[in-house]
């Protein structure tokens, strides 16, 4: 009983992290976006058209679950491979990557890896670095 418990807890803070992480990041988002809309940066490269997008991370029975929500503001897709290539480079094994478009300007990227014994604080780092490849993919960097 006492470990059902304190597994609710901290999945309950894991997910109050999450919630402030990505908030932290939209906040983040709009200010770059409002500074990208002032200066009229120039949308001459394919990637320039991703204009939003969020990172999350999460355990899940059998793994890590990452999800990568994007929009765009022309019809072009976002090429996940900068964040496939990241897993990769840092050891985890991919079980699947499965894109959607959920409309015209939003998809939906979902990459399972094999299970691993990553703890909170590797899931934040880990988010935060893809979250990093996001906005060098971006041009931000």
Do not use: W
């Amino acid at each position: 009983m006492c470990d059902s418990l304190q597994q609710a807890v901290n999945y309950i803070k894991d997910m109050q992290n999450n919630i402030y992480q990505l908030r932290s990041q939209r906040d983040n988002m709009l200010k770059k976006k409002s500074a990208h809309d002032q200066i009229g940066k120039s949308k001459n490269s394919k990637l320039d058209n991703l204009s939003n997008f969020t990172v999350t991370v999460n355990h899940f029975p059998d793994g890590v679950e990452i999800l990568i929500e994007t929009e765009f503001e022309a019809k072009q897709g976002f090429p996940p491979s900068r964040i496939l290539r990241e897993l990769l480079q840092r050891g985890f094994n991919i079980v699947s990557c499965v894109s959607t478009r959920t409309d015209e300007k939003r998809s939906l990227h979902r990459i399972q890896l094999e299970a691993s014994n990553l703890t909170f604080k590797d899931l934040s780092g880990l988010q935060e670095r893809l979250t990093h490849v996001m906005n060098c993919t971006n041009g931000s960097c």
